[in-house]
């Protein structure tokens, strides 16, 4: 056995936070009591002294973008799952926009088969939507299903017609699977490479409204009403998303969402140089790609919208859109560069950062990064309960360490918070009962 001797265990699912010691036994949670490791437990197991560490379940991250098969220069299956370790992601669902896209059991079994060989996270895959993610012919899904995957999605795009959005749903309704939406309409969003507003003005940059993801969401929320589907919104950006998904939640519609660490933290000021008044972090250069993601990030009001939906349940979970790109995707021209920033390795700072600004009960913001996500797609993970996967990481919450891509597991650098000081760092993780992950080491 392992046992986590007398740290501040916090597990959001069973409503504790107190000073526990966790034993693990094999790949599960034996128990969690008051009681430390006594001296006898000493000889016979191995005891990791936790006293002034937090013990959480380990993070689930919905939403991660590994490069596999296709552009493993950006990112291997095994960097990725890495770098979640490092950050303290236990399970990791895999986006299926890869070369070739997830839309076959062949792709979806790689993945999964990949991941188990890395060891480090667990990788669910994630299938397609549509054939290639074209969005005019459905993908099986049943195959999918087979394989693995626990949901499906054409992110990085839209299902622009309705027509296949609606079979889509009606097909993922019967197999039970939920459908992720990558919420844009393209007849709005085309030629803009950043939030519409003020500052893209200023800036001189072409702008994406924010409705043109609020009116796909209405939209999906509408079919999804309709054809009885389990809808999950990916990265919410906008005020108006969030009203609609509120509203929606009301009436009773199963639908469910995400927001990243980017949008929680930053605005679209980051693009011409700024950061958010209070962080007191340093500033970036204007025009800076690594500002630049889909959807981009918004107006303060949205951003605050979007911490208060993830504060009251609207939103169910942080995940990070890990998006790895490579300098020449980078290194260009705001217009032209790709889209994405990094986020295994910062996600749990970043939302402790918010913890400590006062915008999030430290709780909630825990139950966001792991049972909530783990409800969404309905995954055995993201708690400490007694039977469940030992999927366990221990964190220095006062840790303060300054963000260096270089030093990061992912094989990108796309980072838009690189030199930030953030407080919290996982030390150690451990997946199914093993340590996947040292701090240092
Ligand atoms: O910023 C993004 N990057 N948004 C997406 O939807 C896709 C992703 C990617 O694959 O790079
Ligand atoms: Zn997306």
Request: net charge negative; glycine share 10%.
């Amino acid at each position: 056995m392992i046992i986590l001797d007398s740290g501040r265990v916090i597990d959001p699912a069973n409503r504790i936070d107190g000073t526990r010691t966790v034993l693990i036994d094999g790949d599960h949670v034996r128990e969690v009591r008051e009681q430390a490791a006594t001296p006898a437990e000493k000889l016979v197991h191995q005891v990791i002294d936790c006293r002034n560490r937090w013990v959480l379940p380990g993070l689930v991250d919905l939403h991660v973008h590994l490069r596999e098969p296709g552009e493993e220069g950006k990112e291997t299956i095994a960097t990725g799952a890495h770098a979640a370790a490092a950050g303290g992601v236990t399970t990791l669902v895999a986006m299926p926009n890869t070369r070739p896209v997830c839309d076959s059991a062949a792709v979806a079994r790689f993945v999964a088969a990949r991941g188990r060989e890395a060891g480090f996270a667990r990788v669910v895959p994630a299938g397609a939507i549509t054939r290639g993610s074209l969005g005019e012919q459905l993908a099986d899904m049943a195959e999918l299903k087979e394989a693995g995957c626990v949901c499906v999605t054409d992110d990085g795009r839209p299902v622009m017609s309705a027509g296949v959005m609606r079979r889509a749903l009606e097909y993922a309704s019967d197999l039970g699977l939920p459908v992720m939406v990558h919420a844009e309409d393209l007849t709005l969003s085309s030629g803009g490479a950043m939030n519409e507003g003020p500052v893209a003005t200023r800036l001189g940059l072409p702008g994406v409204p924010a409705a043109a993801e609020v009116t796909m969401v209405q939209r999906d929320l509408l079919l999804a009403e309709m054809f009885g589907a389990r809808l999950h919104v990916a990265h919410v950006s906008a005020a108006g998303s969030v009203r609609a998904i509120r509203e929606a939640k009301e009436r009773g519609v199963r639908v469910t969402a995400e927001a990243t660490p980017h949008h929680l933290v930053l605005t679209d000021d980051a693009v011409a140089g700024g950061t958010p008044g209070s962080t007191g972090q340093p500033a970036a250069e204007p025009y800076d790609t690594h500002a630049k993601m889909s959807p981009p990030l918004r107006s303060e009001s949205d951003r605050k919208a979007v911490v208060a939906a993830l504060a009251d349940g609207t939103i169910d979970a942080i995940a990070t859109d890990h998006a790895p790109h490579g300098p020449l995707d980078k290194q260009v021209e705001f217009v032209q560069a790709a889209n994405g920033v990094i986020g295994l390795e910062t996600a749990l700072a970043l939302t402790l950062g918010l913890v400590r600004a006062g915008e999030l009960p430290l709780t909630r913001a825990l139950e966001r990064l792991t049972a909530g996500p783990a409800r969404c797609f309905a995954l055995p993970y993201g708690t400490l309960t007694a039977g469940a996967p030992a999927d366990v990481i221990v964190v220095d919450a006062d840790r303060e360490w300054k963000v260096d891509p270089q030093r990061f597991h992912s094989k990108s650098r796309n980072s838009p918070f690189t030199g930030w000081t953030l407080r919290g760092k996982v030390t150690k993780t451990f997946v199914a009962g093993k340590l996947v992950h040292e701090e240092g080491k």
